[in-house]
């Protein structure tokens, strides 16, 4: 089920937060919404497909490891379906990263941050992304 943070007023870009600890998601959706980001947020990796079908978004924060539909699965999916979103995405984990996750990430080229994190590391991240 999806968690709807309020949006500040007048902004005008849009992130998705993914995360499966919605005290996390939560704090990482309050950053984006001081960059001036209208926020969503996920629980799951099956919400966020349904979100991301349905909405455009100019971030994505995803926790890369979680059940079900992972962060992973998530990313490849929108490799087929919304490949321009892919480029907008920034993975958090708590986990250190398996051969297989570290290949991914390799692959992927995303920016991945490890819990716990500085919010300044975050908030970096994302205005990178909107430069790009």
């Not at 007023?9 to 995360?19: E, K, N």
């Not at 984006?32 to 924060?61: C, K, P, T």
């Not at 059940?67 to 892919?86: F, I, S």
Request: glycine share 10%; charged share 25%; net charge negative.
């Amino acid at each position: 089920m999806a968690v709807p943070l309020t949006a500040q007023s007048g902004a005008t870009r849009r992130a998705l937060v993914v995360d499966d600890e919605e005290t996390v998601g939560q704090i990482m959706g309050y950053v984006l919404q001081g960059l001036g980001y209208a926020v969503d947020h996920a629980l799951d990796g099956q919400e966020a497909l349904r979100m991301a079908r349905e909405n455009s978004y100019d971030a994505v924060i995803c926790d890369l490891l979680m059940p079900g539909v992972n962060g992973m699965a998530l990313y490849e999916t929108w490799q087929d379906e919304k490949p321009e979103l892919t480029r907008r995405v920034i993975f958090v984990t708590g986990d250190s990263l398996g051969n297989e996750t570290r290949d991914f990430m390799e692959r992927c080229g995303c920016p991945c941050i490890y819990k716990p994190f500085r919010l300044g590391q975050l908030a970096e991240l994302v205005s990178g992304l909107a430069r790009t």
